[in-house]
T-cell receptor, first 112, second 112 residues
Framework: TQLLKQSPQFLSIQEGENLTVYCNSS?????LQWYRQEPGEGPVLLVT?????EVKKLKRLTFQFGDARKDSSLHITAAQTGDTGLYLC????????????FGKGTKLSVIP | NAGVTQTPKFQVLKTGQSMTLQCAQD?????MSWYRQDPGMGLRLIHY???????DQGEVPNGYNVSRSTTEDFPLRLLSAAPSQTSVYFC???????????FGPGTRLTVL
């Protein structure tokens, strides 16, 4: 079983601060996805990274896939209260595989 | 285009009762899956299907049955509910070659 470890598990920060969330594994993934989940709703895809070393930016969010395709990070610049939620990383083991392995998530609270 | 829909939104069962959680998607996706989400455990795959008539077990299949008679529908059956099945259940769908899984809004199940 491929495991994805997310850290930190909980994060509470003031509005305007920067933060980084990590997703690490000992296994190689063909792609890695980041989802955001709000209370009472299903996860929604933020980004997919496929190439080792890839960096993708989505407004104030920066996603990076490690060179070895075993880890990823999500960096949020100048956090806003609307960023509050559960952030999940998920790895796809093979290019033709539908199945995803999810990390346990990072619960982010941004305080005004 | 409703995406992925799930019913019911909430359900309370007594131990030993059976029920079916409904999931439907209108995106003509081949791949559908069921996850359960428990506090501190992330999303765990219960069963999945790569097309009508084809299903397979995920990480935590015990106590659950599925079938896939049409592309659109993928119901999850609890044969004899147990308190350990208290959880939030999410259905998701995806198309071949796509990295994105689209999630439904979830069913919150409590087994007393």
């Amino acid at each position: 079983t491929q495991l994805l470890k997310q850290s930190p598990q909980f994060l509470s920060i003031q509005e305007g601060e920067n933060l980084t969330v990590y997703c690490n594994s000992s296994s190689v993934f063909s792609s890695l996805q980041w989802y955001r989940q709000e209370p009472g709703e299903g996860p929604v895809l933020l980004v997919t990274v496929v190439t080792g070393g890839e960096v993708k930016k989505l407004k104030r969010l920066t996603f990076q896939f490690g060179d070895a395709r075993k880890d990823s990070s999500l960096h949020i610049t100048a956090a806003q209260t609307g960023d509050t939620g559960l952030y999940l990383c998920a790895g796809q083991s093979g290019a033709g595989s539908y199945q995803l392995t999810f990390g346990k998530g990072t619960k982010l609270s941004v305080i005004p | 285009n409703a995406g992925v829909t799930q019913t019911p939104k909430f359900q309370v069962l007594k131990t030993g009762q059976s029920m079916t959680l409904q999931c439907a998607q209108d995106m003509n996706h081949e791949y559908m899956s069921w996850y359960r989400q428990d506090p501190g455990m992330g999303l765990r795959l219960i069963h999945y299907s790569v097309g009508a008539g084809i299903t397979d077990q995920g990480e935590v299949p015990n106590g659950y049955n599925v079938s896939r008679s049409t592309t659109e529908d993928f119901p999850l059956r609890l044969l004899s509910a147990a308190p350990s099945q208290t959880s939030v259940y999410f259905c998701a769908s995806s198309s071949p070659g796509a990295h994105t899984q689209y999630f439904g809004p979830g069913t919150r199940l409590t087994v007393l």
